[in-house]
């Protein structure tokens, strides 16, 4: 059975592609390498040791991605491929479109003419918007904040479409809430470009001594303490997430959107506190200003994917940080 792993060399997807391999699957990954490098795939062979497929390609590239088609007998897709700073999806509107959006009719395109029909999507709860938490499955979406938030938002609609006009199409929707962690052998973790935008590598920056100093951002929200909520998800689990939904797609066809979260919410400083325990070092943070976009709290009610994708969070806030650290302990400059 081979899985195509689009965007696999990232950080969801290099830690899916380790599971996938693990439990006996054959993988081909496509990823131009845009937010990740290629030595991140010699380490998931290095913990697998297993080997996997590798093409250097642009999902917006047809002949490239039917080519992969081509030499591989492809039983399902996961896509990971995309674009997914907030911030710079606001400045940058046309290019998150064109990669995100452009790029996935593009691959559905081909997966359709080469009658490959399954296919999970790595959508976000960013797509709830504004709606009361904990947020399920069957809320109203769509009133999101950021081009980034809406190309999750198009790019279901347009695989809802694509499903209505073929009911032979299996598609899992899985929207994950915020995952953090990495792989325990340290190999492979969250190794952004520049500045961090997201928590947990700015917090591991500012402990491994690269940045000076965490700013949290509002500490007047009316939430318990003051900072925002939110829902942190193990890398691992929500890797393990996507090997249930692969083996639902296989078996039957259908649409299905999944919360992949813990459905339990914490605010920056828990988590905070959480990783000066596991590391054993202080963080040197301040408390400033509200950013903006930033709901105060969001959790996900994950119960539909314990039920039906069989799917169970592991992992708590004290291994998530643990295994952080661990990371960025083992790579200081990141993975070369
Ligand atoms: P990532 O940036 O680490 O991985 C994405 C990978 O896709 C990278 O390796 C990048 O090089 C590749 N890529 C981007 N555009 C491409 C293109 N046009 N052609 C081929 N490859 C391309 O991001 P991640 O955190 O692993 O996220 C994976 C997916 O999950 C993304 O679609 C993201 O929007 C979604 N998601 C992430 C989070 C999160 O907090 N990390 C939350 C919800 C959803
Ligand atoms: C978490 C909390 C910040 C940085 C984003 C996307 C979402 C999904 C996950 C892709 C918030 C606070 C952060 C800092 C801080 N991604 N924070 N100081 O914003 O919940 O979600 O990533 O789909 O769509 O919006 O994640 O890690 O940026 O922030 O205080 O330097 O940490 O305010 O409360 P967010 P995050």
Redesign the pocket.
Same mark, same amino acid.
């Given at each position: 059975m081979t899985i195509l792993v689009?965007?696999g060399?990232?950080?969801?997807?290099s830690h899916t592609c380790v599971e996938l391999l693990s439990g006996g699957y054959d993988v081909a990954v496509?990823?131009?390498?845009?937010?990740?490098v290629p030595a991140v795939l010699d380490r998931v062979e290095k913990i697998t040791g297993k080997t996997l497929k590798r093409y250097d390609?642009?999902?917006?590239d047809r002949g490239g991605l039917e080519r992969v088609f081509s030499e591989n007998k492809i039983d399902a897709v996961i896509h990971?491929?995309?674009?997914?700073a907030v911030g710079e999806s606001t400045k940058l509107p046309l290019l998150y479109y064109e #990669?995100n959006i452009s790029?996935s009719v593009v691959l559905f395109e081909v997966m359709e003419k080469y009658d490959c029909k399954k296919i999970v999507f790595?959508?976000?709860a960013t797509v709830y918007g504004n709606n009361p938490i904990p947020y399920k499955e069957d809320m109203v979406t769509g009133d999101v904040s950021s081009p980034y938030g809406r190309t999750?938002h198009f790019i279901e609609q347009i695989l809802g479409d694509i499903y209505k006009s073929d009911n032979g199409w299996s598609i899992s929707l899985l929207r994950?809430f #915020?995952?953090i962690g990495a792989h325990e052998s340290g190999l492979i973790g969250e190794d952004p470009n520049g500045i961090p935008n997201?928590l947990m590598p700015y917090i591991s920056r500012v402990a491994i001594g690269k940045l000076p100093q965490l700013t949290v951002f509002g500490g007047d929200y009316d939430t318990k303490d003051g900072t925002c909520i939110r829902d942190y998800i193990h890398v691992v689990d929500l890797a393990k997430a996507h090997l249930c939904a692969v083996a639902k797609i296989l078996d039957t066809t259908g649409i299905e959107a999944y919360n992949i979260g813990n459905g339990v919410g914490y605010s920056v400083l828990d988590i905070i506190r959480a990783f000066e325990k596991a590391s054993g070092k202080k963080l040197n943070y301040v408390i400033g200003d509200r950013r903006e976009g930033d709901l105060p709290a969001f959790y996900a009610d994950a119960t539909k994917a314990n039920k039906e994708l069989n799917w169970h969070a592991e992992y708590d806030i004290e291994k998530m940080c643990a295994d952080s650290w661990n990371f960025q302990k083992n790579n200081p400059d990141g993975i070369k």
């Open positions: 689009t965007g060399a990232g950080y969801i997807g496509v990823d131009n390498y845009y937010n990740s390609c642009d999902i917006r990971f491929a995309g674009l997914k #990669n790029g790595s959508s976000s999750k994950y #915020n995952p997201n």
